[in-house]
């Protein structure tokens, strides 16, 4: 069984920064992906950042690119989100999501095998 806890999540000013941590435990082993989404209630769940585990290679959709940076830890077992000039539309629960094969859609919530519990960022205006 494998477990990914998020953390770093809070209410932050417009404009400011949080960092996300994800660490996974349990039956671990080498991810292809790990990578974050976020869903607002009565919003589809929108794909944040995605990094390969092996290569480094990461990927961004506009809407964040340029103000979040993912990278992961091999040694540590962790992935990080940081996350600067947040605008409150940014507010979500994020989570952090792992494949345990490789899948070319990583923008696809249909590619991850686990999923963490969620944290909750708040931006205010």
């Known amino acids: 069984q494998v477990q990914l806890v998020e953390s770093g999540g809070g209410l932050v000013q417009a404009g400011g920064s949080l960092r996300l941590s994800c660490v996974a435990s349990?039956?671990?082993?080498?991810?292809?992906?790990m990578s974050w989404f976020r869903q607002c209630p009565g919003k589809e769940r929108e794909f944040v950042a995605a990094i390969r585990w092996n290569s480094g290679t990461t990927y961004y959709p506009d809407s964040v690119k340029g103000r979040f940076t993912i990278s992961r830890d091999h040694a540590k077992k962790t992935v990080y989100l940081q996350m600067n000039s947040l605008k409150p539309e940014d507010t979500a629960v994020y989570y952090c999501?792992?494949?345990?094969?490789?899948?070319?859609?990583?923008?696809?919530?249909?590619?991850?095998?686990?999923w963490g519990q969620g944290t909750q960022v708040t931006v205010s205006s």
């Open positions: 349990g039956r671990t082993f080498s991810f292809f992906t």
């Open positions: 999501v792992a494949a345990a094969e490789y899948k070319s859609a990583v923008s696809s919530s249909e590619a991850y095998d686990y």
